[in-house]
């Protein structure tokens, strides 16, 4: 008994970070409508700057007052330099673009702080005061783990108050409930969404700092508290501070106890529980529908038109071309283009539901991993031939994708990321934690090619027929009444529901589709590579596709061509270049974003033709 | 919704994919330096790998001064891997295919070398794996292509299974990360410690998923147990939270912790005046190691780093040395008179003479165990002993069982 | 046997009752006028009507079957078409396309995988375009469209399932003065040829009193008068409640 309080306790101190982050988190995209990916470098940034100032001033418990303090106004004014120079320029622009630009800024953070702390970890020498012995039921807990515990209603009973008793709180909260009353009031809107901004920056900020005396500053703490935030918020509700809270205290608990209970998958049940919280509450805790408010504008259609038949000639000219290659490029070549090809069908995936369905997945890499780990499994545990393990690929992606796809396409816009996001966290953990099966993180060994297939030039050929026909499928259905459905149920919702269309099943339709020509890709993945690593299956991997895909162009059917072609080209010329492959990728990103968010070809291209010929 | 120039674009896109990749180097020619991959976790974990690569580097130049391999000289092409397995294997075939490597060595995770020596079998590439510990890659897993060079979880297990069994403790609780090396060890030290001392119980076992420690809540859950001892296995920032969580908490109080690898300096310095003392563990006590090969190492590298070394020093030194050694004595660079070069092949270290076994292709480098101190706000390693990994190995005839099993 | 009957129809939003108990019914080839104030509930009540909220209480029996709480697609496939208050078309797609797509709904085949759209009921696509006066523009994107034409347009589409009943939420709304009787009058003789009932909102009280049969008065959610549009015009209630501001009749 007196374990499970003690343990409960530790939950409660672990729980103050989380909530300081999520809670940022949080109130910006309740006013902005903004996700944050950065969020969790701002934490990381805050456990530094804390780091340098308490060690300038000599350490001890002055120097770890001084480092909080620090952190926190020097991440309010980087907060203020992201928002001038990045997001104030976004509000307007389609949640994808917010998105990934925000994903640009975690990777320009990763090798910022590289370059300014350098690769080790930075352990904050013991504060002796903090670590101060308190005997809780006989057994000994830190002092500091009371502070936290102490902190974590402080912060939001502040917040509250700011929020309830000042005139600019007032502002934020009408904000977050109706933007356009605001906007009619005739405030400065530019104005209120900077402070709030500036006010999460520093409030993750203060998490890093405060989270010091228990972790060494290091560069893997952004993404390790980013996708618990991100549970943090949408469990507790987009929006909401005490659904934060709430959220924070039974994450930080379920993990308390989930180590003594189910010490091997914890990772699993995190998101478990988040995603059975989503089925059953899709907005969250103490979250609301209405809140969402009006969705910004999706990207911008064009109208439909099948290619010409003078484009035909080119694209079958094309083919001709690439059917050519190996009679003059080497084995290493032929490998980047088969993975070349590879990625090319897992960005026509994803522009196909974002695109023409107009939803947004930020865990479409579930897919292509479920199509990787299926190829895999089935040569390992079935010892399946290639060829089978190829069709058992998109068997099982788009089997996921109907599974996941029902919970996900009853939400739009970032709640439907966020959940597309959870599943593919889950899925993640999955073959990350079930050692037996996925192999953990050893992986799936030896998925090589069957010998007919061994060779560069084999595998080639393979993956070039492969990816040419799923593509091809996929424009097809485009063009059919089933891809014009979907367009209608994008263009106008309630319009097409009203025409008889069931927007809803459509939608699910085309993701499974897309899961299971994502997972296409996935099968070839595992051959290509002749393993699977739960990496597939991660974040990176989804914000990869995504930027292919707007690389190219989102409204060009050879964007994702295009697009898996430069990304990749650049990934290997550039990664063994230079150190900087993550900088530039973000710079890269964030010049998509604001210079040409319509894409190589939809910027070389120029204004395409209109619909009338 | 395509256009002409759409068309255009791609067509330049993948032309620049296609012909973008210069570095097919013409091989063969007697100017031409050998070509040797290398690949680890230089920004994953920094902390064994920044010195690790003085290593190699230190003993790259030596043999170039004296004038290479085979007449020629040797140049090396580093790269990171990540810390993730699926990095490794593009990385590795980026230096076999594009960049020519004849040989890889290298990586630091368990599952990052398991990785690249599947890589190694299926691209027949001779790879010797410098620092991952789990024992199958040389054993269940092994293959013909794939060498290692520090001794195992195995024997590191054996040796401080040898020391716990010396103890009064019976009630032992583990934690160890949640892969590989973290698996391997714990049943490994279990294995090893119940046949030493058959009245050992084990009360319960910890997981913290690697580099995302729960200490406080851990460090309760073990405390719960209420272990006489306890195996950790865990190490790199969650070993400084465990730590540091476990002193706050009164975890090491009136207990024993058999530790791996928290004698390396590579880990343990970080924590400073804070290293906890009387831990068990396997490391390197490289202030205190006087053989006349050690010694010359030691005073080489300080002079040249103005930095002692850390374990993965040696690792990286002694690697790169077998690597040259195996060509030289392969007299040439092909894959497999390499291969049989390094079988049996024997070799000075830094720690003594050591053997690449044939039977498992495993080396016989031994290591230290001792008990873990603080000494002038230094962690430091006392009444220390080597163990040879000659004598802690399986025997051939049981060793060829476990490599059979695969 | 009526071809729409209304039973205490209700929806509250939080506090506000948008529709308090409503009664009424539309008769087939009828063509009724519902009016009230901003905020009367008017929109609340279609929606309910097409599926797209679901009532808190009451029936909604359209040609004797109970079509309350169904989804907005499956009481489509019962023969309830609608128009929205702001025009609603798909804008990636050209005039036709629309059409067509309605068209393809109505045969079930949103779901063909293979034949591309282009060919699919164009012809019949094309008859319904020259019925609502858009043949020439059957080519061009809808966004080049003039508001006006996408009101027709969204009639054309609206008609594409043979529809027995029409609901038409402030057709001439955004439209100029000018251009409101045509619409209405094309509307009319559409409902007459193919009798239709149709049930209408309006706020330009001459295009309520010259093209409803019978008018209907909400306020605040109730229904205060129903009858004949002489006897509406001049009802006392009605004046004061409703033709008393003077300002909605612009
Ligand atoms: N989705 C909604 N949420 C909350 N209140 C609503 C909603 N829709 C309508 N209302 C309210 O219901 C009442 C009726 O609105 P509505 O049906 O649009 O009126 P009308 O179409 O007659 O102008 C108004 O007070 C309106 O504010
Ligand atoms: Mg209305």
């Given at each position: 008994m007196s374990f499970v309080v003690v343990q409960a306790l530790t939950g409660l101190a672990d729980a103050a970070s989380l909530f300081l982050v999520a809670v940022g988190l949080s109130l910006v995209f309740g006013v902005s409508r903004i996700v944050n990916f950065a969020h969790g470098s701002f934490y990381m940034l805050g456990a530094y700057a804390a780091y340098s100032a308490s060690a300038a001033v000599g350490g001890g418990l002055l120097g770890f007052v001084a480092g909080a303090a620090t952190a926190t106004a020097a991440l309010a004014g980087l907060g203020l330099v992201v928002e001038v120079g990045l997001l104030r320029r976004l509000y307007a622009a389609p949640e994808l673009l917010q998105l990934v630009a925000t994903f640009a800024v975690v990777l320009l953070v990763q090798d910022l702080a590289l370059a300014v702390w350098g690769p080790e970890d930075l352990l904050l020498p013991r504060v002796p005061a903090l670590s101060e012995p308190i005997i809780v039921l006989g057994h000994r807990l830190p002092l500091y783990d009371f502070v936290l515990i102490a902190l974590g209603p402080l912060v939001l009973a502040g917040l509250w108050l700011l929020l309830s008793r000042t005139r600019w709180g007032i502002l934020i909260r009408a904000a977050t409930e109706d933007r356009e009353m605001v906007a009619a009031l005739g405030i400065d809107q530019r104005w209120l969404f900077t402070s709030v901004f500036c006010l999460g920056a520093a409030l993750a900020g203060l998490g890093g700092a405060i989270h010091l005396p228990r972790e060494p500053a290091n560069l893997m703490m952004d993404l390790g508290i980013i996708a618990e935030a991100f549970v943090v918020v949408v469990v507790g509700g987009m929006g909401s501070m005490a659904g934060a809270y709430l959220a924070a205290v039974l994450i930080a608990e379920l993990r308390a106890f989930g180590i003594v209970l189910f010490p091997e998958i914890t990772l699993v049940l995190l998101f478990a529980v988040m995603a059975v919280i989503l089925v059953v509450r899709p907005y969250g805790l103490l979250g609301r529908p209405d809140v969402a408010g009006p969705q910004p504008s999706s990207f911008d259609p064009h109208p439909a038109s099948a290619a010409r038949q003078g484009l035909r000639l080119a694209i079958v000219a094309g083919l001709v071309g690439l059917v050519a290659v190996p009679l003059f490029a080497g084995g290493f070549t032929l490998q980047v283009m088969s993975e070349i090809f590879i990625f090319a069908l897992f960005a026509a995936s994803l522009q196909f539901i974002l695109g023409i369905g107009g939803m947004i997945s930020f865990g479409h890499a579930a897919y292509f991993g479920l199509g990787a780990y299926g190829a895999a499994l089935a040569v390992h545990h079935l010892n399946a031939s290639m060829p089978l393990a190829l069709i058992a690929a998109p068997l099982v992606g788009g089997l996921g994708a109907l599974v996941y796809g029902w919970f996900c396409v009853r939400l739009s816009g970032v709640y439907m990321a966020m959940l597309t996001l959870a599943f593919a966290q889950i899925t993640w953990s999955v073959a990350f934690q079930w050692y037996d099966f996925t192999g953990g993180d050893n992986g799936i060994l030896g998925v090589w090619p069957a010998p007919w297939a061994a060779s560069p030039s084999a595998f080639y050929y393979l993956s070039l027929a492969v990816v040419t026909i799923a593509i091809w499928l996929l424009r097809r259905i485009s063009a059919a009444p089933f891809g014009f459905a979907l367009r209608a149920g994008r263009d106008a919702g309630d319009r097409a529901e009203a025409l008889g269309v069931d927007v809803r099943r459509q939608r699910w339709l085309a993701f499974s589709v897309a899961g299971a020509a994502a997972a296409t890709g996935g099968g070839l993945y595992a051959f290509l590579k002749g393993s699977v690593f739960p990496d597939v299956l991660a974040i990176p991997m989804s914000v990869d596709g995504l930027v292919m895909v707007l690389l190219g162009g989102i409204d060009r059917a050879l964007g994702p061509l295009v697009g898996a072609a430069t990304f990749t080209g650049l990934k290997i010329t550039i990664s063994s270049a230079t150190d900087l492959w993550r900088s530039l990728l973000g710079g890269i990103i964030i010049a998509v974003v604001l210079i040409f968010p319509r894409g190589i070809l939809g910027t070389v291209g120029g204004q395409r033709r209109g619909g009338a010929k | 919704m395509i256009t002409r120039r759409d068309a255009l674009v791609l067509a330049l896109a993948l032309n620049v994919a296609a012909l973008g990749w210069p570095g097919f180097a013409a091989r063969g020619e007697a100017a031409e330096p050998i070509r040797i991959g290398e690949l680890n976790s230089y920004t994953t974990f920094?902390?064994?790998?920044v010195p690790y690569r003085n290593g190699w580097q230190m003993a790259l130049d030596e043999i170039n001064a004296a004038g290479g391999v085979l007449g020629r000289q040797i140049e090396v092409v580093s790269k990171d891997d990540g810390g993730k397995p699926a990095d490794a294997v593009t990385v590795a075939n980026e230096l076999v295919?594009?960049?020519?490597?004849v040989l890889l060595f290298g990586t630091l995770l368990s599952n990052v070398g398991l990785a690249v020596a599947d890589f190694a079998a299926q691209r027949k590439v001779p790879f010797i794996a410098a620092e991952p510990l789990t024992d199958s890659i040389v054993w269940e897993k092994g293959n013909a292509y794939t060498f290692r060079l520090r001794p195992g979880t195995y024997v590191q297990a054996a040796m401080l299974a040898e020391e716990a069994?010396?103890?009064?403790?019976?009630r032992w609780a583990t934690v160890a990360p949640n892969y590989e090396y973290g698996k391997s060890a714990v049943e490994a030290f279990k294995t090893l410690l119940s046949r030493a001392r058959p009245d050992v119980e084990w009360v319960g076992e910890q997981w913290p998923a690697l580099n995302k420690i729960d200490a406080g809540a851990t460090v309760q859950a073990l405390a719960a147990l209420q272990p006489d001892a306890i195996f950790n296995v865990t190490f790199g920032t969650d070993l400084a939270k465990f730590v540091r969580e476990g002193e706050n908490r009164g975890l090491f109080e009136n207990r024993v912790v058999a530790s791996m690898l928290s004698g390396e300096p590579d880990w343990i310095d970080p924590l400073g005046a804070e290293a906890p003392e009387g831990w068990i563990v396997t490391g390197y006590p490289w202030y205190a190691i006087e053989t006349p090969e050690h010694t010359a190492f030691r005073q080489a590298y300080m002079q040249r780093f103005q930095d002692y070394p850390r374990l993965g020093s040696v690792v990286g030194y002694t690697t790169m040395k077998a690597a040259a050694q195996a060509i030289e004595k392969a007299g040439s660079t092909d894959a497999e008179a390499i291969v049989q070069a390094l079988r049996g092949m024997s070799m000075m270290s830094p720690l003594g003479q050591i053997e690449f076994r044939?039977?498992?292709?495993?080396?016989?480098m031994g290591t230290f165990v001792g008990t873990l101190t603080v000494q002038e706000e230094k962690p430091r390693m006392v009444d220390w002993r080597f163990g040879d990994g000659a004598a802690y190995l399986p025997d051939a005839a049981e060793t060829a069982k476990l490599r059979a099993s695969e | 046997m009526s071809l729409l009957v209304v039973e205490g129809l209700r929806k509250a939003f939080g506090g506000v009752r948008a529709v308090d108990g409503i009664s009424f019914r539309v008769e087939a080839g009828e063509s009724v006028a519902i009016i009230g104030s901003n905020g009367a509930g008017k929109t609340t009540c279609f929606n309910m009507l097409c599926g797209q909220l679901k009532p808190d209480a009451g029936r909604i029996m359209l040609a004797g079957r109970d079509i309350a709480g169904l989804s907005p697609h499956r009481i489509w496939r019962r023969g309830l078409s609608r128009t929205f208050q702001v025009a609603a078309t798909f804008r990636s797609m050209r005039v036709r396309e629309n059409v067509q797509l309605a068209l393809l709904s109505h045969r079930r085949?949103?779901?063909?995988?293979?034949?591309?759209?282009?060919?699919?009921?164009a012809a019949e696509a094309d008859a319904l375009l020259a019925q609502v006066g858009l043949a020439a523009r059957?080519?061009?994107?809808?966004?080049?469209?003039?508001y006006a034409d996408r009101k027709r347009l969204e009639v054309a589409m609206a008609l594409a399932n043979a529809p027995r009943l029409l609901l038409l939420d402030e057709p001439t709304a955004g439209v100029a003065a000018g251009e409101r009787r045509a619409l209405m009058d094309l509307i009319s003789d559409l409902v007459r040829t193919r009798n239709i009932g149709v049930l209408f909102t309006e706020h330009d009280m001459d295009v309520v009193f010259g093209h409803g049969e019978r008018v209907i008065v909400l306020h605040e959610g109730r229904l205060v008068a129903e009858g004949p549009p002489e006897a509406i015009r001049a009802d006392p209630i009605v004046r004061e409640i409703y033709l008393g501001t003077g300002e909605q009749t612009c």
């Open positions: - | 920094p902390a064994f790998t295919s594009r960049d020519g490597a069994a010396r103890l009064p403790a019976k044939s039977v498992d292709q495993q080396s016989t | 085949r949103t779901h063909g995988l293979w034949r591309p759209v282009v060919g699919l009921p059957a080519e061009q994107p809808v966004a080049a469209l003039p």
